[in-house]
């Protein structure tokens, strides 16, 4: 399974644009890249997922390069209630979609 | 609430008692997966079903870990002889067999004494 590595924190204010990188060099052709997150004493919740190019839904923009040796995350506007724990994941069906989750990213955003 | 319920949600116990946790998935969901996390860390995965059948258990933390799906619908997690160690988080996910979007509980947090 592809390592992957983002950065531990961020931190950021209210109504800005917040890009969490991740780096995948290892990944598989048929892996996917997706993105949870958690909130305290809560389940990770699934924000997005892509193969290349760009990826975009209600809640956030996913870019991969061509090379998709990285992902970025992208959250237009963030507020409070989006500080959380960010995870970067990669992985395709292989032993059952069993999920391997690093250390993520500890998004503060401040007012 | 993604629809995958756990209980209970917080369990204290004393160092050698069993505990056993309990994971309703989303109702048309075939598989079922356990993880578990401990403070600072990301999910560990634990082990998972694909409707009745355990696919994958090889990651179970020890043998004092055992889990069920005697009917392919709700799951039960236990763990016997409990140590200080154990505390954490237990999280239970579902997903359709084809799909690769897990969806996660709230977890079961337990504290061993």
């Known amino acids: 399974l592809a390592k992957t590595t983002q950065p531990i924190s961020m931190d950021s204010y209210e109504g800005q644009e917040v890009n969490i990188t991740c780096s995948h060099n290892?990944?598989?052709?048929?892996?996917?890249i997706t993105w949870y997150q958690q909130f305290p004493s809560q389940g990770p919740r699934f924000i997005i997922q892509?193969?290349?190019t760009k990826v975009t839904n209600e809640v956030a923009s996913l870019f991969i390069p061509a090379d998709r040796k990285s992902s970025t995350l992208s959250l237009p506007r963030v507020s409070l209630s989006d500080t959380a724990v960010y995870y970067c994941?990669?992985?395709?069906?292989?032993?059952?979609?069993?999920?391997?989750f690093g250390g993520g990213t500890r998004l503060m955003v401040k007012p | 609430d993604t629809g995958v319920s756990q209980d209970p949600r917080h369990k204290i116990t004393k160092r050698g008692q069993n505990v056993t946790f309990r994971c309703d998935p989303i109702?048309?969901?075939?598989?079922l997966y356990w993880y578990r996390q401990t403070l600072g860390q990301g999910p560990e995965f634990l082990t998972y079903?694909?409707?009745?059948?355990?696919?994958?258990k090889s990651r179970l933390l020890s043998d004092r870990f055992s889990a069920e799906r005697p009917k392919g619908s709700f799951s039960t997690l236990e763990i016997q002889r409990t140590e200080q160690g154990d505390s954490a988080m237990y999280l239970c996910?579902?997903?359709?067999?084809?799909?690769?979007?897990?969806?996660f509980g709230p977890g079961t947090r337990l504290l061993v004494l």
């Open positions: 290892n990944i598989a052709t048929n892996d996917y």
């Open positions: 996910a579902s997903s359709l067999v084809w799909e690769e979007t897990q969806y």
């Open positions: 994941l990669v992985g395709g069906d292989n032993a059952g979609n069993m999920l391997t």
């Open positions: 079903f694909q409707n009745e059948a355990q696919l994958e």
């Open positions: 109702s048309e969901h075939n598989r």
């Open positions: 892509g193969y290349k």
